[in-house]
């Protein structure tokens, strides 16, 4: 058994995509439309589905907002210097909501950012002991 992707429900699918492409360095790996059920699947990675796991963005034509919830946490991505990563994030528009930094009672560096949606995103140091 392997996980194959995460689903994400999104409002904007060109802004989102773009987001994950150019922001975080993702992949467009696959996209289609589904009329007769009006919404369009979106498949993002960092490497091919065959052997990795993947984001899924599911846009629903006819829904312009979504309740996050409190059950969600976050998506972990590795990156090779969070500091780095966040500045370049910025630097392109993206939103950082906790600066890199060592994790709170850890040794850790992270950050979170978020996506066009809200989605909490965390960013981790290859190095991490926590």
């Known amino acids: 058994m ?3 992707h995460t689903m994400l429900r999104v409002t904007d699918l060109q802004k989102s ?15 289609k439309d589904y009329p007769e059920g009006k919404f369009t699947l979106a498949f993002l990675g960092y490497g091919d589905e065959s052997d990795t796991t993947v984001l899924e963005l599911t846009h629903n034509w006819d829904t312009s907002s979504y ?3 409190t059950a969600y946490g976050h998506i ?8 780095a990563a966040c500045d370049s994030i910025k630097t392109r528009g993206g939103q ?5 930094g060592p994790m709170k009672g850890g040794t850790s560096i992270l950050a979170f950012v978020k ?3 809200g989605y909490m995103i965390e960013l981790l140091d290859p190095k991490r002991l926590d």
């Open 96 to 100: 950082v909501v906790r600066e890199a």
């Open 67 to 69: 309740e996050l919830g």
């Open 115 to 117: 996506d066009p949606d």
């Open 17 to 31: 995509i773009s987001f994950y492409t150019e922001l975080m360095g993702m992949r467009l790996l696959r996209r």
């Open 2 to 4: 392997r996980i194959l």
């Open 76 to 83: 972990a991505i590795e990156v090779d210097d969070v500091y």
